[in-house]
């Protein structure tokens, strides 16, 4: 408590020599609070700053962090590298206060930048992830869109949310086919950010969807009710309405097991490639009939990947999602080496 005070007490006094003194106090704590000072009265002073530099190699990692944050503040492409070491191993506190520096000091095409925000999606805290993507949306990352689609079905609304909106912000028309199917979102405010996130990249396919009235009475419909959800799934796959693709895909992640066993089924009949991915994932489901379904759906598909994934299948939990999986890998390997003779 008596070096906090003294601390104050050179600050007030603007005393910048004393403050430099404590930097190398044997307290990590008091190295911190005595930088965070000298920072404040020093800040418009680029030279004396630069005597603080040191810190960023000090012993202890909080103290290193927090003169990286610092220096940050000035746009110091010169602590990146110590940013590596907050995204990774940094407090909550800190992971957060980085990416929001990052829009206001630092470029959007340095893959620095890149890599640390790529890190920070992956963390298992939503805080971080959630800050993350709301700085691809801010910095306008065009070239992460495709990381940014993960969290278009989040179980986190705001995220899902947040998401949209990014989408929308990097511009690439990649993300078109997901923010087609945030259309049909369970909450009001996603469908919402989807539209005007269409409209804001304004690629032809999503313009044209929103003008489009049959296609927008089955968005309808998908919003209103689980009855007319599962009419409208089951329809689109019955009609084969390739341009209800997205909608299905959305269907997929819905909280009602019915309606996603009724999207698989009605992906199989469109059998597009696009949908491989999403299957691929439907067979972590948390129910064993879900799991089965996307197996049976798989077995349409000509492709490596969904072979590997059926195969994968055969150490599934459930013996009847094992037995379904079993089946469908024998008849698709069969089918495999009769094209290429080669079997897996």
Known sequence: MFEKKKIQKFKDENRADKLFSLLR????????DALVAYFDIQNNNPEELEKARFLLKDKVQVVR?????????????????????????????????LIRILPHYYSKNDDRITQILAIALKDKKQAIQGEAVRTIGEMEMETM???????VNHSNSRIRHDAVVALGRTKNSMAIEALIGSLTDSSADVRRAAEESIRLIGDDRGINSL??????LMVKNMNESVANSLTTVTNIGKQRKECGLPLLHKACYDEYKSIRLEAIKSISLLRS???????????????YDVRIEAIRSLAKYNTESALNAVKKA?????TNVRNEAKKTFSTMNLRASSISGRKY
Do not use: C, T, W
């Open 25 to 32: 106090h044997r307290k990590s704590q008091i190295r911190i």
């Open 65 to 97: 962090n927090r003169a990286a944050l610092l220096f940050a503040r000035h746009g110091d492409p010169g602590v990146i590298d110590n940013f590596q070491e907050i995204i990774s191993g940094g407090s909550p506190g800190e992971q957060i206060e």
């Open 145 to 151: 869109a495709f990381y940014l689609l993960d969290f």
């Open 211 to 216: 003008k489009d009235a049959p296609f927008m």
């Open 273 to 287: 490639d696009l949908s491989i991915s999403i299957l691929i994932e439907l067979l972590s489901d948390k129910y």
């Open 314 to 318: 055969i150490n599934d939990p459930n």
